[in-house]
């Protein structure tokens, strides 16, 4: 059964920081491109960040760069996503995704998300 479970969403005061973890189980962790997306009511799901398989390289939206840093732990099936320098905007629901493709097939995987509140 393929599980991603996030955790360490909360509410932040503007410029604080949060780190938020998602563990996953039932698949090939180490062989999946991690992502983090957000969504906030009446907006599409935007990608934040990804960290290829099996982590050499990042990738982020403008709106993070140099706030945000998401990293993986293949010996733990966790990716993370550290937040720093927190804005009113970054208010939103974070989700995990995991994808890869294998001989022409697309495994997409989703977490339940998690809400991460920026307000003083």
């Known amino acids: 059964q393929v599980q991603l479970v996030e955790s360490g969403g909360g509410l932040v005061q503007p410029g604080g920081s949060l780190t938020l973890s998602c563990v996953a189980s039932?698949?090939?962790?180490?062989?999946?491109?991690m992502s983090w997306y957000r969504q906030t009511p009446g907006k599409e799901r935007e990608l934040v960040a990804r960290?290829?398989?099996?982590?050499?390289?990042?990738n982020y939206a403008d709106s993070v760069v140099g706030r945000f840093t998401i990293s993986r732990d293949n010996a733990k099936n966790t990716v993370y996503l550290q937040m720093n320098s927190m804005k009113v905007e970054d208010t939103a629901v974070y989700y995990c995704?995991?994808?890869?493709?294998?001989?022409?097939?697309?495994?997409?995987?989703w977490g339940q998300g998690t809400q991460v509140t920026v307000s003083s």
């Open positions: 039932g698949f090939s962790f180490s062989s999946y491109t």
């Open positions: 960290v290829s398989s099996p982590g050499g390289t990042t």
């Open positions: 995704n995991g994808i890869a493709y294998r001989w022409g097939i697309k495994s997409d995987y």
